[in-house]
């Protein structure tokens, strides 16, 4: 909880004051680097094969004021932003299905300390998404909060067009390109060489060119000038939406970084649990009938979605819930019963997964 004493004065500020070392990516590695053999890779590349594109919903909450004001964000921004990311994980069988944007008052939480506070999010999260928060303020441009994860803060004041796809990257399993912390990478990718360590040290990957974070101009070329260990130049990837830079030339993600993406979800049971299945039946079986009459859910399927096969165990809304259902196909067979009050059931297509 956030607490401000003034004593005998009235002070005021903007929020890019409250934390006057903002560093453009708060997130920190919290958990052992995940590594796939050729073998593992190979298994996975088939597994994937089957099973994608991925589909993997989101649920954006905005942070307003306790009254309503200063708002993080408006939702033309979000929505322009969550676009882009949509358009850089499609092409590495990612996709990205929307459940809701949502406005929560709470000016306690419409300023975040990432580095102290991050358990006041958990009362928001919605479970089987990955959850977007964006705050009016806070102590980075965008924290993923571990590497993988299922939440992330965004700034909203403050991150870019390529912030959301890089904080969701952190929570699919990627690492900054120029990430130090298995050590430092060198440029060479001769396997043959003695300064070869693409696949053990920096991101852990070899398609993404070693990084040093050197700095990058307005027409997207490296002025860093630095070298590595062995005394090659750098020659970083600029358009790599996991490096830092010019946040305008960040547009793509590697093959090898979508792959690591998509082996994540195959193997992380949190990750899992964020991705919409290909077809999916409510109830699941005969006399096992769904009732919800409170709080607020989803009900998903990448292709289809069938509700109520079992005529006589019914899938019912009523009362205050609220339902998301979505899916490319929604099926509502006969004992589909939806009579909510005070709450809602909201059905939309899943246009996101080709």
């Not at 979505?326 to 019963?337: F, M, R, S, W």
């Amino acid at each position: 909880m956030k607490k401000i004493l003034c004593i005998g004065c009235l002070i005021a500020f903007f929020h890019t004051d409250i934390f006057a070392q903002k560093v453009e990516c708060k997130t920190r590695i919290t958990k052992p680097a995940v590594k796939f053999t050729q073998k593992q890779k190979d298994s996975l590349n088939t597994i994937s094969a089957i099973n994608t594109p991925y589909c993997v919903r989101v649920y954006i909450t905005v942070f307003a004021n306790n009254d309503g004001t200063l708002r993080a964000d408006n939702d033309a921004n979000i929505m322009t932003n969550f676009q882009y990311m949509v358009d850089r994980m499609k092409p590495h069988n990612i996709c990205m299905m929307l459940i809701n944007i949502r406005q929560v008052n709470n000016t306690d939480l419409n300023t975040q300390d990432t580095e102290t506070e991050e358990g006041e999010l958990a009362p928001y999260l919605i479970s089987g998404c990955l959850n977007i928060f964006i705050h009016r303020a806070m102590d980075g441009n965008g924290n993923a909060y571990a590497i993988p994860n299922t939440y992330l803060s965004l700034d909203g004041q403050a991150y870019n067009i390529a912030t959301m796809g890089h904080e969701a990257g952190h929570c699919l399993g990627l690492y900054h390109t120029f990430e130090t912390y298995f050590g430092a990478e060198n440029v060479t990718r001769n396997s043959g060489n003695a300064c070869y360590d693409c696949e053990n040290d920096g991101d852990l990957l070899c398609d993404t060119p070693a990084d040093d974070d050197g700095g990058v101009n307005g027409s997207c070329n490296y002025i860093g000038g630095n070298t590595d260990a062995c005394g090659v130049a750098y020659a970083p990837m600029t358009s790599n939406m996991m490096g830092y830079g010019n946040f305008i030339c960040r547009n793509a993600f590697t093959a090898g970084q979508g792959a690591r993406m998509r082996a994540m979800i195959a193997v992380n049971a949190g990750l899992q649990s964020i991705t919409a299945h290909d077809i999916v039946y409510r109830p699941t079986g005969s006399n096992s009938a769904v009732l919800y009459n409170t709080g607020e859910w989803h009900q998903t399927a990448r292709d289809h979605l069938i509700l109520s096969n079992y005529t006589n165990d019914p899938y019912s809304v009523t009362g205050a819930a609220v339902m998301h259902i979505q899916a490319k196909k929604v099926t509502l067979k006969e004992g589909t019963h939806f009579s909510p009050t005070s709450g809602r059931v909201r059905i939309k297509s899943n246009t996101y997964c080709d």
